[in-house]
């Protein structure tokens, strides 16, 4: 059965009637695409939104770039095949040549990849069997506020206890330890201070006997927490993590999914520390807006038998050509220097926005991923930070914004941040537009709860 273009309204209700009641997006965001281009994407009632959404920071190139789309036209035209499980083609070895192009030389040089199943959480399942294969050790460290993805090891290793409340049965002898949180310091303090007491305490877990955890297989941690409110972690403290890690021989898994590929103003975001991972997982941006997941690994713990890890989709030769075109035109046109740049250009705007209202708690992230995170000033608070997260403000500046032309994403605590992942392509004239939508839909919230002249302290 075919269905004719149509409404927004028509589409969305057609979509509620037969879709799983754990779809999310459609319900804060309602609209149906009809076409995108670049930054833009335009519903079935020909509205306009700035995408800083993004497939959740997929589409680094934006959509439909015409680089992206003439590689995988080539491989249509010359009848290449679609498919082919782990067997190599040009287009896997071309690939895999832009792909460590695009990593340091000190990781790259010494690493082999290993092809996972389309998603970003398979290359985190991968990642953990391949260092539970290498060390003999079953115990896996993550850290408090993570996401990784939402298969069963990967949710383990989730920070929000909401999902995982309702599922016996997660991956076992997973610890979280604290992430350091200038915002919400775990240790109430902040600062240099905080990430020194958090990388003490990982530090003194290791090395304790009576701390209750086995001699770990691996610790795993974001550079930047994207889901978990675009929450970065101090250079010092990561450098601090590799030096324990590496000093205990514990393998370092660092999750770059979301803040892979020139995201944060770097190649990978673990090099703004100089820190040499063990095992690095990839997935989004690396498919060129099409379905990818790899782990690139130092090849001395590459001691897994032929069929330890596997998946059908792993031969994608359409996401590798389109991965390709990506990782060669990011690199060639110096996209990260351009995310540093407006990366910085929209940080200044949101903060000149959380200068005017006292709802917007912080201001944070790095590169093109940054977050606003919103709170609500005169609630009883006992937790870490310096006020309670006020996810409602934070829905109705989403939905302000929609009203506007404009598509963010929430996440964080209380899904109380307002996150920004653009196009590493949108121009600065894109980013004072979206960043004078953004400041327009704080104030009519504020407005709206009678505290449009509250100026944050």
Sequence with gaps: MTYPETSNRAM???????ESNARTYPRSLPLAIREAQGVVVTDMDGNEYYDCLAGAGTLALGHNHPRVVEAMERVLDARRPLHTLDITTPAKE?????????????????????????????????????????????????????????????????????????????????????????????????????ARIASRYVENLLDD?????????????????????????????????????????????????????????????????EITPDVVTLSKAIGGGLPLAVVVYDESLDVWEPGAHAGTFRGNQLAMAAGEATIDHVLEHDLDDHAAAMGARLRDHLDATGDRFAAVGDVRGRGLLLGVEFVDTDADWQGAGPHAPDSEFAAAVQSECFDRGLIVELGGRASATARFLPPLVVSKPQVDEIAAIFDEAVAAVATAEGNASEVAA
Aim: with cysteine; glycine share 12%; proline share 8%.
């Design 12 to 18: 969305l209700a057609q979509q509620a009637g037969r």
């Design 94 to 194: 071309r690939f895999v040549d832009a792909l460590f192009a695009s990593l340091p030389d000190a990781f790259a040089d010494g690493a082999k990849v290993q092809f996972c199943s389309p998603a970003g959480t398979d290359a985190v399942e991968a990642a953990l069997k391949l260092v539970k294969t290498a060390t003999g050790n079953r115990s896996v460290l993550g850290f408090q506020g993570a996401y990784h993805g939402m298969t069963n090891g990967a949710l383990a290793l989730m920070g929000d206890t909401d999902t995982k409340a309702p599922l016996p049965g997660l991956m076992n002898d997973v610890h979280h330890l604290p992430y350091p949180n200038d915002y919400r310091c775990p240790f109430g303090v902040g600062g240099p201070e905080g």
């Design 209 to 273: 006997d009576k701390s209750g955890i086995t001699d770990p297989a691996g610790v795993i941690l974001e550079p930047v927490q994207g889901e978990g409110g675009s929450v970065p972690a101090p250079d010092t403290w990561l450098r601090e993590i590799r030096r324990i890690t590496r000093e205990r021989d514990v393998p370092l898994i660092v999750d770059e999914i979301q803040s892979g590929l020139a995201r944060t103003g770097e190649h990978y975001a673990f090099e703004h520390a």
